[in-house]
């Protein structure tokens, strides 16, 4: 995969002389899943603002196919064509009446014609699992229902990178399925997905690449099934391990489980465990008595 969208010693400096980002490097690769992990503070929200253009670096630069981004007016316009962001919180994106409103603001603002804009917004909105929705006024949605929305009001821009700040938070456990299945979709049909998040199991269960944030400065950017190497970068970022390379090491310890492949989430380490429960009793056919190794030292 080519690199897409990269960052070059990028400064930034707010209004008020407070740092949002100290000579941030980082390159997203073409087609990848990304995700920006860092504690609060660290810069993740102000990165995904430079990385749509919202904002303007004060050093370093950002280029997109290996040009820097043209911060003039029509440039910003296409740049929003191709780079879609979806903000933490929904009332900061949303401001249409209706859901179907909402999501033909983007479409109609390109000036498409009134059957392309329906096409687009229907398929946005199925896409989403919005389609028996159209109708509503957004003001009556649940906070899991307006992230949908913006999602698909992006989405509906057919863009090339989604950007996507913090898109779990505030989400139950099931809506939080069903959106990294969305994204897990939205990637495998090509799109380039980049999103912020302080959850490292999330990070390090649907990444392919995994940027460390700390101080307004990507420390680290690694494939995620590296991330066990990477134990100090990730101390230093305020991140602990992932719940599942804890458990896989301790099982590894103990000569439950094989050192490799490690599993990225709780789903794969079961699947080892209920291997070996598997292959147990093909050792022993004829017993009743077919327990794991690892449940009969746990009785
Ligand atoms: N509008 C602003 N004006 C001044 N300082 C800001 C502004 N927005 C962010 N900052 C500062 O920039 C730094 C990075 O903030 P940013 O919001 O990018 O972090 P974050 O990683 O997204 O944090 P969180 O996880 O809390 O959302 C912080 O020190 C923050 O206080
Ligand atoms: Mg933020």
Same mark, same amino acid.
């Given at each position: 995969?080519?690199?897409?969208?990269?960052?070059?010693?990028?400064?930034?400096?707010?209004?008020?002389?407070?740092?949002?980002?100290?000579?941030?490097?980082?390159?997203?690769?073409?087609?990848?899943?990304?995700?920006?992990?860092?504690?609060?503070?660290?810069?993740?929200?102000?990165?995904?603002?430079?990385?749509n253009g919202?904002?303007?670096?004060?050093?370093?630069?950002?280029?997109?196919?290996?040009?820097?981004?043209?911060?003039?007016?029509?440039?910003?316009?296409?740049?929003?064509?191709? !780079?879609? $962001?979806?903000?933490?919180?929904? #009332? %900061?994106?949303?401001?249409? =009446?209706?859901?179907?409103?909402?999501? +033909? /603001?983007?479409?109609v603002n390109?000036?498409?014609?009134?059957?392309?804009?329906?096409?687009?917004?229907?398929?946005?909105?199925?896409?989403?699992?919005?389609?028996?929705?159209?109708?509503?006024?957004?003001?009556?949605?649940?906070?899991?229902?307006?992230?949908?929305?913006?999602?698909?009001?992006?989405?509906?821009?057919?863009?090339?990178?989604?950007?996507?700040?913090?898109?779990?938070?505030?989400?139950?456990?099931?809506?939080?399925?069903?959106?990294?299945?969305?994204?897990?979709?939205?990637?495998?049909?090509?799109?380039?997905?980049?999103?912020?998040?302080?959850? !490292?199991? $999330?990070?390090?269960?649907?990444? #392919? %690449?995994?940027?460390?944030? =700390?101080?307004?400065?990507?420390?680290? +950017? /690694?494939?995620?099934?590296?991330?066990?190497?990477?134990?100090?970068?990730?101390?230093?970022?305020?991140?602990?391990?992932?719940?599942?390379?804890?458990?896989h090491r301790?099982?590894?310890?103990?000569?439950?489980?094989?050192?490799?492949?490690?599993?990225?989430?709780?789903?794969?380490?079961?699947?080892?465990?209920?291997?070996?429960?598997?292959?147990?009793?093909?050792?022993?056919?004829?017993?009743?008595?077919?327990?794991?190794?690892?449940?009969?030292?746990?009785?």
């Amino acid at each position: 995969m080519s690199d897409f969208i990269e960052m070059a010693a990028v400064g930034h400096i707010y209004a008020d002389g407070q740092a949002g980002l100290n000579g941030c490097s980082l390159a997203i690769r073409r087609g990848s899943r990304n995700a920006l992990l860092g504690a609060n503070g660290s810069g993740k929200t102000t990165l995904l603002l430079h990385l749509n253009g919202l904002l303007r670096p004060s050093d370093g630069v950002v280029r997109i196919d290996g040009t820097p981004l043209d911060y003039r007016r029509a440039g910003l316009a296409a740049l929003r064509r191709r !780079v879609g $962001l979806v903000f933490q919180n929904p #009332d %900061d994106q949303l401001f249409s =009446a209706s859901v179907v409103e909402d999501v +033909s /603001f983007g479409p109609v603002n390109l000036g498409l014609d009134a059957a392309t804009v329906r096409a687009r917004v229907a398929a946005a909105l199925a896409a989403v699992g919005m389609d028996g929705e159209a109708e509503r006024p957004v003001h009556h949605l649940s906070f899991g229902q307006k992230k949908r929305v913006c999602i698909a009001g992006v989405l509906a821009m057919q863009p090339e990178l989604l950007l996507l700040d913090e898109p779990t938070a505030g989400l139950d456990a099931a809506m939080q399925a069903d959106l990294l299945g969305l994204l897990g979709t939205l990637s495998a049909r090509g799109l380039t997905v980049v999103l912020s998040t302080h959850d !490292v199991d $999330l990070a390090y269960r649907w990444a #392919d %690449d995994i940027h460390l944030l =700390a101080a307004g400065r990507c420390i680290a +950017s /690694f494939a995620a099934e590296r991330l066990a190497q990477h134990g100090a970068a990730l101390a230093t970022a305020g991140q602990p391990l992932p719940a599942v390379v804890e458990v896989h090491r301790a099982l590894v310890a103990r000569g439950l489980l094989a050192e490799a492949p490690a599993p990225r989430c709780h789903e794969q380490l079961l699947a080892a465990l209920a291997a070996i429960d598997n292959k147990d009793c093909e050792e022993t056919p004829m017993r009743n008595d077919s327990r794991s190794p690892a449940r009969r030292s746990a009785a």
